[in-house]
Structure formats: structure tokens, C-alpha cells
């Protein structure tokens, strides 16, 4: 089953723009990761963020992790034809395993 | 490193034939992960092991699926016998405990599987 709900499951933005990606979860977690998939290739991961952080930033990657809403949000600034893919959040729980999200697809155009 | 390997990249199968997806993790790596990923219902966590253990496999679908790990650096998810329904691409994930307890997972390009 799936722990987390994104939103939106699909956004298009004009390159240069920042794209801003929420999930969703419903159990306690010990920390949450963001994933990025390219059409026909395998997840890469992009960042992780433990349950007692509340921002953590990677180069133009800014997330954000609200436990007591059981949320968080991925930001891409200035963003770029090359990060059209679809994102997912994952959350690592008790159990040593990730439950991911349903993901965003995201088209930036040139 | 060469990443995890997985093998075949694509296969197709006459319903009621034996799958065997293979998976090399990244050496060192203590975790190993199979997902399934389909249009409706996602990346789903078919099995995982930690020390080439079995640890959760509640989300192998059924008996037809099964998986081992008989050493370190090789893992097989098979299927027996298949059906149509399982098609799917089927990824291989290793990871390995750096302490606090958080995961980071590699991911291998994934089997995409069609059963006919």
C-alpha cells in the first residue's frame, strides 16, 4: 500500500520558474526522501530528511518536513528542461523500508 | 561501482512460462529491495532483505512469487507460473545502515517484464 499522497499528480512550468511538489503520509516516520524517475529508467535518489528536521537544502533543492501535519514539500528553483520526471516522496517508518508516494510528474518547457 | 545491475533489461514471456529476474547490489551494501511499479498501483514493496536475509515479504503478491538471496552479492525474484497480470517493471534497490537508522537507496534501471 501506498503511505503517501502527492500533489499535484502533474504540474508544467516554463523553464526558469520554481516547481513545487507537496506529499502527503499518514504514520509516524523516521525520516522521509524525495526521489526523482526518469521516463524508462530506474529512481535516483535526492535527498533525505530526518523526522526531527524541519529544512534541509541540495543546490536547487529545497524541502521541507512539517511531522505535526504529517506533510512536506519539495521546492526546485530556477528549474530546468533536464528535471522533467516524475518525483516521488518516500517515508521510512519503524521498518526498515520505503513506502513511496503515488509522485508528481513535472514537464518544465524550454 | 558500477551501480545495482539487473538483468534482463526486458523480457517477455508466454503466460504460464518461469521468470527469473536477477539482481547484483552494490558491494557492501547490507539491504536488498524488490518493487514492483505498475500505472495503478505505483512502486509497490514486494520483499526486502538485510545480511541476505528475508525480512519482510508480506507484499509478495502471492505463492507464485519467490525470491532468495543465497549470498551477499546476488539476489533472484522468480515467478512461477506467470500471468499477464505481472506485467510490470520489477526494480532492485540496495541500501545499507549508515547509523540513525536512515536508508539511502541506489535503485538498478529495472526489469521490465511482459507477459503475453
Known amino acids: 500500500s501506498q503511505q503517501g499522497e502527492e500533489d499535484p499528480q502533474a504540474l508544467s512550468i516554463q523553464e526558469g520558474e520554481n516547481a513545487t511538489m507537496n506529499c502527503s503520509y499518514k504514520?509516524?516516520?523516521?525520516?522521509l526522501q524525495w526521489y526523482r524517475q526518469n521516463s524508462g529508467r530506474g529512481l535516483v535518489h535526492l535527498i533525505l530528511?530526518?523526522?526531527?528536521?524541519r529544512e534541509k537544502h541540495s543546490g536547487r533543492l529545497r524541502v521541507t518536513l512539517d511531522t505535526s501535519k504529517k506533510s512536506s514539500s519539495l521546492l526546485i528553483t530556477a528549474s530546468r528542461a533536464a528535471d522533467t520526471a516524475s518525483y516521488f516522496c518516500a517515508t521510512e517508518g519503524s521498518a526498515r523500508q520505503l513506502t513511496f508516494g503515488s509522485g508528481t510528474q513535472l514537464t518544465v518547457l524550454p | 561501482d558500477a551501480g545495482v545491475i539487473q538483468s534482463p533489461r526486458h523480457e517477455v514471456t508466454e503466460m504460464g512460462q518461469e521468470v527469473t529476474l536477477r539482481c547484483k547490489p552494490i558491494?557492501?551494501?547490507?539491504?536488498l529491495f524488490w518493487y514492483r511499479q505498475t500505472m495503478m498501483r505505483g512502486l509497490e514493496l514486494l520483499i526486502y532483505f538485510n545480511n541476505n536475509v528475508p525480512i519482510d515479504d508480506s507484499g509478495m503478491p502471492e505463492d507464485r512469487f519467490s525470491a532468495k538471496m543465497p549470498n551477499a552479492s546476488f539476489s533472484t525474484l522468480k515467478i512461477q507460473p506467470s500471468e499477464p497480470r505481472d506485467s510490470a517493471v520489477y526494480f532492485c534497490a540496495s541500501s545499507f545502515n549508515w547509523g540513525g537508522g536512515a536508508l539511502g537507496y541506489t535503485f538498478g534501471s529495472g526489469t521490465r517484464l511482459t507477459v503475453v
Open positions: 504514520t509516524s516516520i523516521n525520516n
Open positions: 530528511i530526518r523526522s526531527n528536521e
Open positions: 558491494s557492501g551494501h547490507d539491504y
